[in-house]
């Protein structure tokens, strides 16, 4: 056996102990959607044996299938697991009109290629997780995570951001933040107007409460709202959080 091989027999073997460790627990209804129809056939059959709870309840090569299905009542899955680079749409464009419309399908991004490459736009456009389709204990995690809305990198910090840019490093979101966002930026942000979340963020910081408690009251997670403020702080030309709020009291915004 390839030292390829065994290391994937290895990971496997590993997951399985672990999902054992868990217990059989609910099922993990599972779409699949990769433009190569031997890899995500390799695909399905490698998750499938991951964990006892994985559930494979159908695998498509195109993104606007994938969509259809994802949004649709009968075949809508508790994640999709969308390959990155597709010839009818990236996982990206996958992700994002499905997460515009629902906030109760998980995503996890897979590739072949540098994960790096994509992360940034996997944030933006509402994905849980993103992995290299040979880190399959990465896999197992993720989709387990994903199926609960959540993404991969743990618990959100307590940090109260200033919202300087520098200050926020990308971040995956859960999916009800992510939702939230997306569905946030259909608001017509050309003319330079803040949208209803953004002014509901600086409004909440005005009263004095802190991100945290800003992203309870609104049912987002602190990423989300430190994206709301940074895009605020951006359209209003504001040089701080205090500098955007004077702007809104003087223009009766709040």
């Not at 896999?139 to 809305?149: E, K, T």
């Not at 004095?208 to 702080?233: C, D, S, Y």
Request: aromatic share 4%; glycine share 8%; with cysteine.
């Amino acid at each position: 056996m390839s030292s390829v091989a065994e290391d994937a027999a290895s990971q496997l073997d590993g997951a399985r102990s672990m999902s054992m460790h868990d217990g059989d627990g609910d099922r993990i209804r599972i779409g699949i959607v990769d433009n190569d129809p031997y890899a995500v056939g390799v695909l399905a059959t490698m998750i499938r044996r991951m964990d006892v709870r994985f559930d494979v309840i159908w695998t498509c090569t195109l993104g606007a299938v994938a969509i259809s299905r994802c949004l649709g009542r009968e075949l809508r899955p508790d994640v999709l697991v969308t390959d990155m680079s597709m010839n009818d749409a990236p996982g990206t464009e996958v992700c994002r009109a499905i997460r515009v419309k629902r906030a109760d399908v998980g995503v996890v991004g897979v590739t072949s290629y540098a994960v790096g490459a994509f992360r940034d736009e996997a944030v933006r456009c509402g994905m849980q997780a993103l992995v290299g389709k040979t880190d399959l204990a990465g896999m197992v995690v993720a989709i387990r995570r994903a199926a609960q809305g959540l993404s991969t990198d743990g618990d959100e910090d307590d940090d109260d951001r200033a919202g300087e840019e520098s200050q926020v490093s990308p971040r995956f979101l859960d999916a009800a933040s992510a939702h939230a966002l997306l569905e946030d930026c259909s608001y017509d942000a050309a003319r330079g107007a803040l949208s209803p979340k953004e002014c509901d963020v600086l409004r909440l910081y005005a009263e004095g409460l802190t991100t945290k408690e800003i992203a309870t009251q609104l049912n987002v997670g602190t990423p989300t709202v430190a994206t709301f403020e940074r895009r605020a702080l951006t359209k209003l030309g504001a040089r701080s959080r205090a500098h955007a709020i004077s702007l809104c009291v003087r223009r009766h915004m709040f």
